[in-house]
């Protein structure tokens, strides 16, 4: 989040029943343009902001839990509105329910929370430029190569690890 952002911060799904808020500005905020992404949200890409699970809360409405693939192969569950089925987070096989990846434009205010890094650029679509200073990645990478430290403690006090 920029730092002019001020915290808690809310989003909910499309038709509005669900609700939640932030109370942490996120770990880190991917921008993904894996060919899983892109069919999953019907977009170029997706952006996630990773954020403890403990630094979310729902202020209404239900979500319905659905399980998918990933580009991993290790799956994601997707958190989903239940009456417009909009995915306001999700959760991945690595990271487990101790860190959500909130869907960025479920954010009351998105445009606070630009993407750290854009990973899958392999499958990038060719009419997408990328923006100048933000790193860009083939693939995935390693965490240690671009999180600033307190962004790694945050994730593995988070996971237990």
Request: include cysteine.
């Amino acid at each position: 989040m920029t730092t002019a952002g001020k915290l808690p911060v809310e989003g909910g799904c499309s038709c509005g029943a669900a609700r939640y808020q932030i109370t942490a500005r996120p770990i880190y905020v991917h921008c993904c343009h894996c060919t899983w992404c892109q069919r999953e949200t019907g977009a170029a890409f997706a952006v996630n902001a990773l954020i403890e699970a403990s630094c979310v809360s729902l202020l209404a409405g239900h979500l319905v839990a659905t399980e998918i693939p990933s580009v991993s192969r290790n799956g994601q569950v997707l958190h989903r509105c239940r009456q417009c089925q909009g995915v306001v987070w999700s959760n991945y096989a690595g990271a487990g329910d101790k860190v959500n990846f909130i869907r960025v434009g479920t954010l009351d205010d998105s445009s606070a929370v630009p993407p750290d890094i854009h990973i899958y650029t392999s499958t990038k679509l060719p009419w997408v430029v990328l923006p100048d200073g933000v790193p860009a990645v083939a693939e995935y990478y390693r965490r240690s190569d671009y999180w600033p430290a307190a962004s790694i403690a945050r994730y593995k006090a988070a996971r237990g690890t």
